[in-house]
């Protein structure tokens, strides 16, 4: 083969570990596109994503893009010119659904919080009331590390005539996603995240009332690739599949047999893995000085965001973490760039394994001695589950 990547061992912020099992089901042979066999497939991995997503939406599918594919399908069907769309900025991904919402011709309405924090709930709820035909918001901020909680908005946004939704790419498998129990109107989420398959599909799924806003638009989604109602008349098998796009066949392998292995696990026990490798990590990079930046109650769990300490060379531990180690994790993006790490803790990352090998990395580059924090982690690791609710 002309291209052999090296080993590399993914703690970034996508893509992450893609298991063995992934990759050989990638490796299968193309079959097409409108093979009945095929079409098996996509009915189990419809049923496999509505059971991630935690919902009986019967619009459930992986779109044929990454996750930034999945925002620009969200906007394209269910806001229309002149819709007014609340939206949640703390970071960067909410920075970018508020502009594709301009894109798409809607009067925005943004509620902010400090880049690092939560938004208010109350906050999005009072301008859902001030009139708004949706309200988007990112679940899981990977720019920062924080993890939106969305209790009861639903009912605010529902009593205000508003869709509600939103951004599940990092926080799908990895963290409570219960989007019927939310009431959740739509939402997308990316392959790479704590799903592990290759980058390059948009889990997606759509409830009643946001497929009634799409019947009755003034206008067609002004991309025709994204028209859900089309991308629907190929992968809802009712009435027969109609080609609508040549679908991605092999990747469509992949995410079945990654799903397979969130349902072999148990989805709540994977969130409570994910929790507890959070938890373990986060206490021994504080022992190499790496404080968290999110607060107790809005961490992400599968992106731990640290702050770096005075002195550290950003660029430079992480360039010799990967060329050294072979490990890859991400640096700060916009106001954090330079001054934090993001560390994924997705899939086959949230595991005690590579976690020990990041943590002796980083102490040898940060002149360290490693036992402290490799004590933490494994104290962390062997740390009973806390018995709290992990809903949220
Ligand atoms: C929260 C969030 N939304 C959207 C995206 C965009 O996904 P992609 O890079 O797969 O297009 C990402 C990617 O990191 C993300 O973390």
Not at 15 to 43: K, Y
Not at 249 to 257: K, Q, R
Not at 263 to 290: K, N, P, S, V
């Amino acid at each position: 083969m002309s291209f052999a990547p090296p080993p590399r061992l993914l703690l970034g912020s996508g893509p992450s570990p893609v298991p063995q099992r992934v990759l050989d089901a990638l490796a299968q042979p193309t079959v097409g596109h409108l093979d009945p066999v095929f079409g098996e497939l996509m009915e189990e991995t419809a049923e496999l994503l509505r059971a991630a997503f935690r919902t009986d939406n019967r619009a459930t599918l992986p779109l044929s893009a990454t996750g930034s594919g999945g925002m620009d399908a969200l906007v394209a069907n269910f806001v229309e010119p002149g819709d007014r769309v609340v939206v949640g900025v703390n970071g960067l991904f909410g920075e970018r659904l508020a502009d594709a919402l301009r894109r798409a011709g809607a009067e925005v309405v943004r509620v902010e919080a400090d880049w690092g924090r939560a938004l208010d709930l109350a906050d999005l709820a009072a301008a859902a009331e001030a009139g708004a035909d949706a309200v988007c918001v990112v679940h899981g901020e990977t720019s920062t590390g924080v993890c939106q909680p969305l209790d009861g908005l639903a009912e605010r946004c529902r009593a205000a005539g508003a869709l509600l939704l939103v951004d599940c790419v990092t926080s799908l498998t990895g963290q409570p996603v219960l989007l019927d129990e939310w009431g959740v109107d739509a939402a997308f989420s990316g392959s790479q995240k704590c799903l592990n398959a290759p980058p390059g599909l948009a889990p997606f799924t759509a409830g009643e009332r946001a497929l009634a806003k799409l019947r009755g638009r003034h206008t067609p989604p002004r991309s025709w690739f994204f028209d859900l109602s089309l991308v629907l008349g190929y992968w809802d098998g009712e009435g027969g599949r109609a080609y609508h796009h040549t679908a991605p066949v092999n990747m469509i392998y992949a995410l079945a047999e990654a799903l397979r292995l969130v349902a072999e696990e148990g989805l709540e026990a994977r969130w409570e893995r994910h929790r507890r490798a959070h938890e373990a990590l986060r206490g021994a990079l504080a022992q190499l000085g790496l404080e968290r930046l999110a607060c107790d109650g809005e961490e992400l769990w599968p992106l731990l965001a640290v702050a770096l300490p005075d002195g550290v060379d950003d660029s430079g531990v992480r360039a010799a973490l990967l060329s050294e180690h072979g490990i890859e994790i991400s640096g700060g993006l916009g106001p954090l760039a330079g001054r934090a790490w993001r560390v994924g803790v997705m899939g086959e990352g949230a595991r005690p394994e590579p976690q020990e090998r990041l943590v002796t990395a980083l102490a040898a580059l940060l002149r360290r001695d490693p036992a402290p924090a490799l004590e933490a982690l494994e104290a962390g690791w062997a740390t009973a589950p806390a018995g709290a609710s992990i809903m949220r």
